[in-house]
């Protein structure tokens, strides 16, 4: 079975720009999170779904970022716009029921870079 | 303070001794505990998950927890350079939110 798939696995872009994460859960799995990884902060929950629906998104750093989950199979990152500071690497992942005690499987992640 | 602390190390350990991996948390009501794995450029991956007081082996690997201390560690046995990576420690802060809240992690070097 397929892990979480995330696209793209690289992007780099011009401060100002949009920029647009995308994630495929592994299916069946119904609850989706996005992480953020730096060296200065470590990984940071940013946003999580269950059964599509935004459950807990106190760690979005501001209204330049935004996440929706229109269906179970698939959720969008997006960053408008996009600075220097916002470079990182982003990590999707997915866990089967929601639960506390449950595995969260992460995606291979998209290394961001904002020149 | 921070709610889940770990040494950054990085810590250097001879091939064939014991690693011991140390993490605290703030939060007394937390009741679920995660090591993760992390090799250079990979993503996270999950090892070793802990709810009670005491030890949990699994193979190499023992996690070790003490809700009363807030302290909670892994102990890797007869370490191999595969072994070599970052070590993260997740916590539920909360009993019944899905959220987990990251260690910075500890960079774990096994030295042939």
């Known amino acids: 079975d397929a892990g979480v798939i995330q696209s793209p696995r690289h992007e780099v872009t011009e401060m100002g720009q949009e920029v647009t994460l995308r994630c495929k859960p592994i299916?069946?799995?119904?609850?989706l999170f996005w992480y953020r990884q730096t060296m200065m902060r470590g990984l940071e929950l940013l946003i999580y779904?269950?059964?599509?629906?935004?459950?807990?998104d106190s760690g979005m750093p501001e209204d330049r970022f935004s996440a929706k989950m229109p269906n179970a199979s698939f959720s969008t990152l997006k960053i408008q716009p996009s600075e220097p500071r916002d470079s990182a690497v982003y990590f999707c992942?997915?866990?089967?029921?929601?639960?506390?005690?449950?595995?969260?499987?992460f995606g291979p992640g998209t290394r961001l870079t904002v020149l | 303070q921070k709610e889940v602390e770990q040494n950054s190390g990085p810590l250097s350990v001879p091939e064939g001794a014991i690693a011991s991996l140390n993490c605290t948390y703030s939060?007394?009501?937390?009741?679920?505990f995660f090591w993760y794995r992390q090799y250079s450029g990979k993503s996270p991956e999950l090892i070793m998950s802990?709810?009670?007081?005491g030890d949990k082996e699994d193979g190499r690997f023992t996690a070790q927890l003490n809700k009363a201390s807030q302290y909670v560690s892994l102990l890797i046995r007869d370490s191999q350079p595969s072994d070599s990576a970052t070590y993260l420690c997740?916590?539920?802060?909360?009993?019944?939110?899905?959220?987990?809240?990251f260690g910075t992690g500890t960079r774990l070097t096994i030295i042939p």
């Open positions: 939060d007394r009501g937390s009741q679920s």
């Open positions: 299916s069946g799995h119904n609850s």
């Open positions: 997740a916590v539920n802060l909360n009993f019944g939110n899905e959220k987990l809240t």
């Open positions: 992942a997915s866990s089967l029921n929601g639960g506390a005690v449950d595995t969260q499987y």
């Open positions: 802990i709810y009670s007081n």
């Open positions: 779904f269950n059964n599509n629906v935004p459950i807990d």
